[in-house]
């Protein structure tokens, strides 16, 4: 299967590492795409190699062909993952915004593409109206989530906003 790999923002960005190694291991070609934000979590280096394919950060890296990387991705997608999933992509998917090659990937996916969102942010962020709002937007729009699990957060705080377990998304994947 082609599976595009998103990655936003979030200190659990370093998940998505075992997330792409584990999908390489079942035979998945895996094309990863990372917000700049996600950068400052993990290079794309690191899964560059773990999924032996470039990683799209920016428009501007799809200069080696006339056709945008970005199309083809989209094309090419038997699944699209984001994991994790930022309030704020969350919130660009949801109102059909795309600064950037994850969310134009995203717009750009035929409608029959699956589509998998494992959302990890801070619990408040979570709950805020606003982002369940776009939650809604996206389930209706055919999204699939799986997560936040409930537990200790990165900000200190302790309730719903963690990444799902690596397996759990995993799980998703083979239904």
Same mark, same amino acid.
């Given at each position: 299967?082609? *599976?595009?790999?998103? #990655?936003?923002?979030?200190?659990?960005?370093?998940?998505?590492?075992?997330?792409?190694?584990?999908?390489?291991?079942?035979?998945?070609?895996?094309?990863?795409? @990372?917000?700049?934000?996600?950068?400052?979590?993990?290079?794309?280096?690191? %899964?560059?190699?773990?999924?032996?394919?470039?990683?799209?950060?920016?428009?501007?890296? +799809?200069?080696?062909?006339? $056709?945008? =990387?970005?199309?083809?991705? !989209?094309?090419? /997608? &038997?699944?699209?993952?984001?994991?994790? !999933?930022?309030?704020? *992509?969350?919130?660009?998917?949801?109102?059909?915004?795309?600064?950037?090659?994850?969310?134009? *990937?995203?717009? !750009? %996916?035929?409608?029959?593409?699956?589509?998998? *969102?494992?959302? !990890?942010?801070?619990?408040? @962020?979570?709950?805020?109206? /606003?982002?369940?709002?776009?939650?809604?937007?996206? $389930? +209706?729009?055919?999204?699939?989530?799986?997560?936040?699990? +409930?537990?200790?957060?990165?900000?200190?705080?302790?309730?719903?906003?963690?990444?799902?377990?690596?397996?759990? #998304?995993? =799980?998703?994947?083979? &239904?």
């Amino acid at each position: 299967m082609n *599976i595009v790999l998103g #990655i936003s923002g979030s200190i659990a960005a370093y998940k998505a590492a075992d997330l792409a190694s584990q999908l390489v291991k079942q035979g998945h070609e895996v094309h990863v795409v @990372m917000t700049r934000a996600a950068t400052e979590f993990i290079t794309p280096l690191t %899964l560059q190699t773990l999924t032996r394919q470039p990683v799209l950060v920016s428009l501007e890296d +799809e200069k080696q062909s006339w $056709k945008p =990387g970005h199309i083809e991705l !989209a094309d090419q /997608a &038997d699944l699209f993952i984001v994991a994790p !999933a930022s309030a704020n *992509i969350i919130g660009q998917f949801a109102n059909g915004l795309s600064p950037d090659p994850l969310s134009s *990937i995203y717009m !750009a %996916l035929p409608r029959t593409t699956p589509v998998l *969102i494992a959302p !990890a942010m801070n619990g408040k @962020m979570w709950l805020h109206p /606003a982002n369940q709002r776009n939650v809604e937007r996206l $389930k +209706e729009d055919g999204c699939r989530f799986v997560g936040p699990a +409930e537990g200790d957060l990165a900000c200190g705080y302790e309730g719903t906003g963690r990444l799902a377990a690596v397996e759990e #998304i995993l =799980g998703q994947i083979l &239904d």
